[in-house]
């Protein structure tokens, strides 16, 4: 699939499409999930439709941090007090013989994260014990060849801690950086120097980590145009492999942390666009790929080649070159997608606890996919990690006749091909470059739920 690195920034369309909308790392989405159906069947759902065969990803979700960052909307505990992890880790060691049982099947391990909160908030001890009961119960691979990734903060990692995380099976990091400007990160509560981030940077290069990713916000409080190009000319400057650059979603009411934040410092909506634009710019100047919505790579990174050659994928953890893969995630608020099922774990820590110690499984709500469900989990799919789709490979995977069954969405194709942000070849739906950064609105017209719903209802604006 050849598809090349540009983006048209038209400030109109922009604002005429920019209303709030999911970010489809799953569809159904999250709002779908429903706590009336019984573990047992989600489950039981989930293995029937499963292919036992295919390889796994896993994920565990550690929830500690040491500090609070007021900008943060992850499910989190803050506390300094690092006993607090045993108890927890103890009842993840649980769910982690109880998921194994369902679906390990010997099936090996081509993916593995860990995510937070802060995953170095545990020890290094208890980081090994956790990577050798996983190693115990599911078909980890031991020749360095899987996709194993954590997340860390800089200000949560010795050389020592990157040293153990090598030895026992890590290849790949993500660094949250944010910012780089001092005001902005005490604003945030987030003080953490460039030098710790380039330390960590260059000691994981040099322990061999295949990859590295880096986090940043735009938004944020004390923001400008130029502090941020600063920002982005020292990141460039360290030269990731990936990067996320998230746009900060302002919702005190909803998140507690963010009422530390004075609404007064956030940059305008005028000034959060024109960051994006002179952010986009840079990258792409600095040769890294758009990816799509928050992403970006370098050319030979695995995450550029699978969207070249047309194998890219999307799930909970985001854009993934592991669309074979189910995904197994265990720990407080994780979210699994087994075959056409997916479900999520107690958000609450003491209700996680509370569940697995009673009944070994910590499954809160889910949602079984109907026919109509996957044939649109592909549409988007498609669109959302390649802009483009194949209407005669839907056509020919599902049986349909594609305008036929989409017969109600063609008039806001049309619209889309009037306003330039998609164009017709021939069987294919092509994203056009000014459609890209558009393209969460792009996909919300092949979902059937947004129309049941107020659009709005617990999602971020697109830009």
């Known amino acids: 699939m050849s598809l090349d690195n540009t983006i048209t920034w038209d400030l109109d369309l922009i604002k005429r499409y920019d209303l709030s909308g999911p970010r489809y790392t799953s569809y159904p989405t999250a709002i779908q999930f429903d706590a009336a159906l019984s573990e047992t069947q989600l489950v039981a759902d989930g293995q029937l439709t499963t292919d036992k065969n295919a390889p796994l990803s896993l994920y565990v979700h550690i929830p500690f941090c040491a500090h609070v960052c007021y900008f943060c909307a992850c499910n989190k505990v803050i506390t300094r007090n690092r006993k607090k992890a045993q108890p927890y880790l103890d009842t993840l060691f649980k769910e982690i013989e109880q998921v194994a049982k369902w679906y390990s099947e010997n099936r090996i391990v081509n993916q593995l994260h860990w995510g937070g909160g802060t995953p170095t908030f545990i020890s290094d001890e208890q980081m090994t014990e956790l990577m050798n009961k996983l190693k115990q119960e599911f078909n980890l691979l031991d020749d360095d060849s899987g996709d194993y990734s954590i997340e860390i903060d800089p200000r949560e990692a010795s050389l020592e801690t990157l040293k153990t995380l090598r030895s026992i099976g890590f290849n790949r990091i993500s660094l949250g950086v944010q910012d780089v400007n001092p005001a902005v990160q005490k604003a945030v509560n987030r003080i953490q120097s460039t030098e710790q981030t380039a330390g960590i940077l260059t000691a994981a290069r040099e322990l061999g980590f295949k990859s590295i990713n880096m986090d940043l916000i735009y938004g944020l409080p004390h923001q400008t145009l130029e502090s941020f190009n600063e920002t982005l000319d020292v990141v460039i400057d360290l030269s990731p492999d990936r990067l996320s650059v998230f746009n900060y979603a302002h919702m005190p009411d909803r998140f507690r942390s963010q009422k530390h934040i004075n609404g007064e410092d956030l940059p305008s909506p005028e000034v959060k666009l024109a960051i994006l634009e002179s952010t986009i710019n840079k990258l792409l100047t600095a040769e890294y790929v758009y990816i799509g919505m928050d992403h970006f790579a370098k050319p030979d990174d695995e995450l550029a080649l699978a969207q070249k050659s047309g194998h890219l994928h999307r799930n909970f953890q985001g854009y993934t070159t592991h669309s074979d893969c189910d995904l197994v995630a265990m720990g407080v608020s994780a979210i699994s997608q087994i075959g056409n099922v ?62 036929e069954y989409f017969a109600t969405e063609q008039v806001e194709i049309q619209r889309f091909i009037e306003d330039g942000l998609v164009q017709i070849d021939g069987q294919r739906i092509i994203v056009t470059a000014a459609g890209r950064l558009l393209i969460r609105r792009i996909c919300m017209a092949f979902d059937q739920y947004i129309p049941k719903q107020q659009p709005t209802q617990g999602f971020s604006r697109i830009i």
């Open 342 to 403: 997916y479900y999520q774990n107690e958000h609450d820590i003491t209700a996680y606890t509370d569940a697995v110690e009673s009944r070994s499984s910590a499954i809160r709500r889910g949602v079984k996919l109907n026919t109509d469900d996957c044939i649109r989990r592909t549409v988007i799919t498609q669109l959302i990690c390649h802009f483009e789709l194949d209407t005669q490979l839907i056509e020919s995977k599902f049986s349909i006749d594609f305008k």
